[in-house]
């Protein structure tokens, strides 16, 4: 497993932006994938990543508002969060694939390595 850190999370008023990072321990050719959870919810994917950065996908409630994207040589995945709402208040996890290669999932359950965490909070 890899260790993977977040960090870029904070208070915005509604409609402003925010840079989550995730930081690996060490390079990976596995799909990284940003989740969040909110109080009281389930754990839901937001976006993902391919190792080559050439496939990205998105859940549908942050199309257009949210860009995910990756700078290997500095083994960081990055999120561009847009437009925001109080909706997306929840804490926001970086999570790597335990598949590597080729293999591209944006299935909870095919993500092995987790971080801590980051919280962001958007008020009205």
């Known amino acids: 497993q890899v260790q993977l850190v977040e960090s870029g999370g904070g208070l915005v008023q509604t409609g402003g932006s925010l840079r989550l990072s995730c930081t690996a321990s060490?390079?990976?050719?596995?799909?990284t994938g940003w989740f969040r959870q909110a109080p009281g919810k389930e754990r839901e994917f937001v976006a993902a990543?391919?190792?080559?950065?050439?496939?990205?996908t998105y859940a549908d409630f942050v199309k257009g508002r949210f860009t995910i994207s990756r700078d290997n040589a500095k083994i960081t995945v990055y999120l561009q969060m847009n437009s925001l709402k109080p909706d997306d208040t929840a804490l926001y996890y970086c999570?790597?694939?335990?598949?590597?290669?080729?293999?591209?999932?944006?299935?909870?359950?095919?993500?092995?390595?987790w971080g801590p965490g980051t919280q962001v909070t958007v008020s009205s």
């Open positions: 999570a790597s694939s335990r598949y590597s290669g080729g293999s591209y999932s944006t299935s909870i359950t095919d993500f092995d390595s």
């Open positions: 060490r390079r990976t050719l596995s799909t």
């Open positions: 990543i391919s190792w080559s950065g050439g496939t990205t």
